[in-house]
Each structure stands twice: as structure tokens, then as C-alpha cells.
């Protein structure tokens, strides 16, 4: 199949998140050099381009989240020459929001007496992933993933500690903090730094257009500086760690089949599936499970992950209705496997998730229950909540209901009253007996809804980034339809496929894409190194 989407060309805006400023290290931007204007032959399109800068290296790196900032880190310990190219203007991309990776056996691990057989945790994963992803992808993987946090570590990377996520292994490395707001702002930061340290040329503001191509092999990269220019990188070898297509309502739709209507991404934006998009051009296959997404779950319009009232309407056990004013899981599912909350819910028309006004201030007063990830620890005290929720209706929201009764919440909603009475009532009778007849959830959470005033919220389903991509090999390499490498080009991260089934595996090795990231762009490192010889 061969998509073809405006994506190399668009300039996303940062989402809420990035408020804290332009971050990273912040590259050439415009670049000097002769001119010239030259049709570039690529796949199947040719196209003129007006050329005016030039560069002739040995590996060129598109993309500067973990993916891209190892591969050109390693790329350069390796004697390699490299430019590494980035659509924003500054680098780190959605890794920035990330909390940490996974890894089994490293000296962090050791430290702490957590001791996990790999064979084990690789074999949970297969069986989550019901043997749907390439065995050779994990094994190389995982035996590589202690050596890489050493190697990181060596390098100057900085991690906290060792811990699990919900019901995960103790494999989560979480990364060392600032004050920026974004858990992986210090981390991104130092890769940027020991990146730039070691020679590689880092442009931003400049996308990848098109791949070029020399008897079946790799050539070179024409790069959109966005002022009409174009950069031309002749190299033998490209990495691409472009983010996958998480912001390209389009590509998800055509991969996934979800409803446009469904969901909602958060990151850092531009993940439009440049990378994705350039290898199909020139032959490359897409991985099984190509749309597959790392869901977290419901997110509130308006919010942003980690805030006090996302955590509240979200993450916490309470109750959830869809458009037939029904319930349709478990809501411990928030935070036993996000993967599979989100699951649940892009399968309903509506969410709508309940709250009392006594549930509200319980968590103002008392604490969460659930917490969310690494933003709010179980039991803190959602002190911002009031404030957030009075922003979103004096905004204008149009997400957010309240009324004194159930009817009156269901007629604000566009549920039916009678409907939505009927679940409000066995639900009580569940929390009352303390047996959910229906989805078997905990009898500590079940949280009863008996007055009011009460409070809905429509909920959209949000994930972090697609984890489905292009077909890879255990050496990082592009694969084409027959199973066969395309010489000179590689891929990782989240433009690499094949590591997962329909969900993320977070409830057996959460981090699992970060650490994937690492390997796979020092992996393609190491195999551009080899093939250059």
C-alpha cells in the first residue's frame, strides 16, 4: 500500500506543553552556500527543487528524538561524518515528554537487587502480543537494552531510578528532571549537548522531502529549508527517527481505521509521517500492525496529560458511560493497562466520564487515588483541580457538564435520562454490595454516585505516538516487500514497526518504545558503519 500525505511539507505548532520555551539545541536554521536549481530523481516521482546548499556526508539523520540523537551520537563515535536534520526549530522532539525507558540487567538495576530473567519478560510480551511481532526484534532488543543504558550512562545521561508502571516489571529507567514541566526535557537536552559535542552538524527548521536513489541504493536526502529553498545531503546512508505519524489525522485513520472524531494526540506536533512516508516512496514495506497507537487512555478536551483535572475526569476509577448512557469496562482499566483503556474506549462513540462534587473535593482535600504516571504520585492532593475546572467553563467548554440531578446531567449531556438513571442506580447497588456484576471491578473502587451536584465530562481518547511503521530487520534496516534491505537506509523508534501486536505491552515492560528508540538508532548506526565499510 502506498500512502501519500502532505506531511513532509507542514509546520506544526507545539501543543500546550512546549509553553516552557524553546529547548534543546537550536541548529544552523538557514544555511549559506552555492545555488542552484536541479531535478532530483527519487522512487517513482521526479521533482524540481530549487537547491541552494549542499552537503556530502557519510550518514545523514533525520529526526533529533532518542532515535535520531543516538544514532547520530553513535554514528560519530564510529569516525562516521553526519548531519542530522530537524523539522523544528529546536531538537528533542515528542522524546521530550517521555519518561523513561526500559532496560533488564543494568548497573542501576543491579544496585537496587532487581533481578528479571530477559527469557521471561520476552515471552510475557510475545504472549501479550500474541506472537504477532517478529521473536528476533525482542531478543535482539532486550539482550542489547543493559549494554545501552551503560553506554548512555557512559556518555552522560542521567536517570533517577529503577521502578515499574502499574503492574509492569521493575524495567523502567526514569529519567533525571528539571524544572522545565516536560519529564524528558534534561534528558533530550544532554543527548542534544553530547551530540553536538561530538561534530555532528545539527539543522533545524528543515524536513526531509525525498530520498534519493542510485541503482537501487541510497544517495541522498533533499530537505526542505521552508522558505522555498532546498538543502541537498549526499550521503550513502540515511536514519530515519522522523516520530511516526501521531500528528497526520489522515495517516492514522488510513492505517488504524479509527474514528477522526475518536481521538487526540499529545507530544511535541510535526510527527506527520515524513520518515514513514519517504521509505514507501522508494519500495519500503510497512510492518504488521502498522496503526498500531500507544494509547493512554480518555483526556478531557482542553487538558493536558498530567494536569490535576486530566488525572481526575480521566485516570481515576469513578464512572464511565458511552453514548447509550452504559457502562463498557472496567475503569480500573486507567490504571492497570492504559493501553487497553484507550482500546476500550475508541470503540464508543462517546465517553462521558461522572463525577459528585464530593468525589471533586475529595481529591482536592484528600488526594488522588490512582495518581497519574510520574506527573502525580498516588495520593497527592489534586490542589489545582477547582481552578482548572472553573478555566475550562468560564473558556467555554462545551465538554463539561454539571447539574444538580442525574436527569438534568443526562438532558446537559444529549444522554438519555431514563438510561443514565437506570446505570447510575446498579452502579450504587454494586458499591452498596460491594460485587460489580457487571465488570468484576476491585470493591475498594467502587466509588458510589448518589449526590449531586453532579459533573460530566466528555472524554476523546488521547495516546502519546503511533508505535507502528516501517518493516525492519534486527539490524534496523528497511525492508521492501519481498523482505529484502534497501541498501543505505534505516529506520527506528516510532518509524519502526514490528515490536508490537494491536497495543503497547506498558502492564510488562513499560518504556518499552523509548529503550526501542536507543536501540534501534545506535543500531542503525552500527549497521550504517558496516555497510559503508
Given amino acids: 500500500m502506498s500512502l501519500h500525505v502532505k506531511g513532509a511539507m507542514d509546520r506544526r505548532s507545539f501543543i500546550a506543553a512546549a509553553a516552557v520555551g524553546a529547548l534543546g539545541i537550536v541548529g544552523t536554521g538557514a544555511l549559506g552556500g552555492c545555488s542552484s536549481s536541479s531535478a532530483q530523481e527519487s522512487g517513482s516521482s521526479k521533482q524540481t527543487y530549487n537547491i541552494t546548499d549542499t552537503r556530502d556526508v557519510d550518514v545523514v539523520v533525520v529526526g533529533s528524538?532518542?532515535?535520531?540523537?543516538?544514532?547520530?551520537?553513535?554514528?560519530?563515535e564510529l569516525g562516521?561524518?553526519?548531519?542530522?536534520?530537524?523539522?523544528?526549530?529546536?531538537?528533542?522532539?515528542?522524546?521530550?515528554?517521555s519518561e523513561g525507558l526500559?532496560?533488564?540487567?543494568?548497573?542501576?538495576?543491579?544496585?537496587?537487587?532487581?533481578?528479571?530473567?530477559?527469557?521471561?519478560?520476552?515471552?510475557?510480551?510475545?504472549?501479550?502480543?500474541?506472537?504477532?511481532?517478529?521473536?528476533?526484534?525482542?531478543?535482539?532488543?532486550?539482550?542489547?537494552?543493559?549494554a545501552n543504558v551503560e553506554w548512555m550512562i557512559g556518555n552522560g545521561i542521567e536517570f533517577e531510578t529503577v521502578t515499574s508502571l502499574g503492574t509492569s516489571a521493575q524495567t523502567w529507567h526514569v529519567y533525571k528532571t528539571d524544572a522545565s514541566g516536560l519529564p524528558g526535557n534534561l534528558y533530550m537536552q544532554t543527548w542534544a549537548k553530547i551530540v553536538a559535542d561530538k561534530g555532528v552538524?545539527?539543522?533545524?527548521?528543515?524536513?526531509?522531502?525525498?530520498?534519493?536513489?542510485?541503482n537501487g541504493k541510497v544517495a541522498g536526502l533533499i530537505c526542505d529549508s521552508g522558505d522555498g529553498t532546498y538543502l541537498e545531503v549526499k550521503?550513502?546512508?540515511?536514519?530515519?527517527?522522523?516520530g511516526g505519524y501521531s500528528d497526520d489525522a489522515d495517516m492514522v485513520v488510513a492505517l488504524s481505521g479509527y474514528d477522526r472524531n475518536r481521538f487526540s494526540p499529545s507530544g511535541m506536533g510535526g510527527r506527520t509521517g515524513d520518515g514513514i512516508t519517504m521509505a514507501q516512496s522508494v519500495g519500503a514495506a510497512l510492518a504488521p500492525f502498522p496503526g498500531t497507537v500507544m494509547f493512554y487512555g480518555g483526556k478531557l478536551p482542553g487538558t493536558t496529560f498530567g494536569q490535576d483535572i486530566f488525572a481526575a475526569t480521566s485516570f481515576e476509577p469513578l464512572l464511565w458511560v458511552n453514548q447509550d448512557a452504559k457502562r463498557f469496562c472496567n475503569e480500573m482499566v486507567s490504571e492497570n493497562n492504559f493501553s487497553y483503556s484507550g482500546n476500550s474506549q475508541i470503540k464508543q462513540k462517546r465517553v462521558v466520564s461522572i463525577l459528585t462534587k464530593a468525589q471533586m473535593d475529595q481529591f482536592v482535600n484528600e488526594?488522588?487515588?490512582?495518581?497519574?504516571?510520574?506527573?502525580?504520585?498516588?495520593?497527592?492532593?489534586?490542589?489545582?483541580?477547582?481552578?482548572?475546572?472553573?478555566?475550562?467553563?468560564?473558556?467555554?467548554?462545551?465538554?463539561?457538564?454539571?447539574?444538580?440531578?442525574?436527569?438534568?446531567?443526562?438532558?446537559?449531556?444529549g444522554l438519555d435520562a431514563d438510561a443514565l438513571q437506570t446505570t447510575v442506580d446498579e452502579y450504587n447497588d454494586y458499591c452498596d454490595t460491594g460485587v460489580d456484576l457487571e465488570f468484576e471491578k476491585d470493591s475498594q473502587y467502587l466509588l458510589p454516585v448518589e449526590e449531586g451536584p453532579f459533573y460530566g465530562f466528555n472524554l476523546e481518547v488521547g495516546y502519546f505516538t503511533t508505535v507502528g511503521g516501517l518493516k525492519v530487520d534486527t539490524k534496523a534496516e528497511v525492508l521492501d516487500s519481498a523482505g529484502?534491505?534497501?541498501p543505505g537506509l534505516y529506520a527506528g523508534g516510532c518509524d519502526a514497526g514490528g515490536l508490537y501486536?494491536?497495543?503497547?505491552?506498558?502492564?510488562?515492560?513499560?518504556?518499552?518504545?523509548?529503550?526501542?528508540?536507543?536501540?534501534?538508532g545506535k543500531t542503525a548506526a552500527e549497521s550504517a558503519a558496516a555497510y559503508l565499510g
Fill in 65 to 76: 528524538g532518542g532515535t535520531g540523537c543516538s544514532a547520530a551520537f553513535r554514528a560519530a
Fill in 80 to 97: 562516521l561524518n553526519v548531519v542530522l536534520v530537524e523539522k523544528q526549530a529546536s531538537t528533542g522532539g515528542t522524546s521530550r515528554c
Fill in 102 to 146: 526500559f532496560a533488564i540487567g543494568s548497573s542501576i538495576q543491579k544496585a537496587l537487587g532487581v533481578e528479571i530473567s530477559e527469557q521471561h519478560i520476552i515471552s510475557e510480551a510475545m504472549d501479550y502480543h500474541h506472537w504477532i511481532p517478529d521473536t528476533d526484534l525482542y531478543q535482539t532488543y532486550f539482550s542489547a537494552s543493559a
Fill in 201 to 214: 552538524e545539527i539543522v533545524t527548521n528543515t524536513t526531509g522531502s525525498e530520498i534519493e536513489m542510485d
Fill in 235 to 242: 550521503a550513502k546512508a540515511i536514519i530515519l527517527g522522523t
Fill in 367 to 413: 488526594g488522588s487515588i490512582f495518581g497519574c504516571a510520574q506527573y502525580i504520585a498516588r495520593g497527592q492532593k489534586l490542589t489545582k483541580l477547582w481552578d482548572q475546572y472553573n478555566a475550562l467553563v468560564s473558556g467555554g467548554s462545551t465538554d463539561v457538564y454539571q447539574a444538580d440531578s442525574i436527569a438534568g446531567l443526562a438532558e446537559q449531556a
Fill in 484 to 486: 529484502d534491505p534497501i
Fill in 501 to 520: 501486536g494491536d497495543s503497547y505491552d506498558v502492564t510488562i515492560c513499560a518504556g518499552s518504545q523509548q529503550g526501542w528508540a536507543v536501540h534501534t
